[in-house]
């Protein structure tokens, strides 16, 4: 299956982490989220909508781009 990568701002703890992923399942529920936190890179598996997967995740605080 495919992933998804997305490069997120911002993260600097475990609570960061877990409000990244909380956005992203709002948008694609039924996603598997894998989240580095030194890199703030994301993979999102299967891949969603990258400009509303995104914007969930600015609205929870942090920057975000389709890798």
Request: charged share 15%; no cysteine; glycine share 0%.
């Given at each position: 299956m495919t992933e998804q990568i997305f490069s997120v701002e911002g993260m600097t703890c475990g609570g960061c982490v877990a409000s990244v992923e909380r956005a992203i399942?709002?948008?694609v529920p039924q996603a598997r989220v894998t989240v580095e936190l030194d890199s703030g890179r994301v993979g999102v598996t299967p891949p969603g909508d990258?400009?509303?997967?995104c914007d969930a995740v600015e609205a929870a605080g942090f920057g975000c781009k389709a890798a």
């Open positions: 399942l709002r948008v990258a400009l509303a997967i």
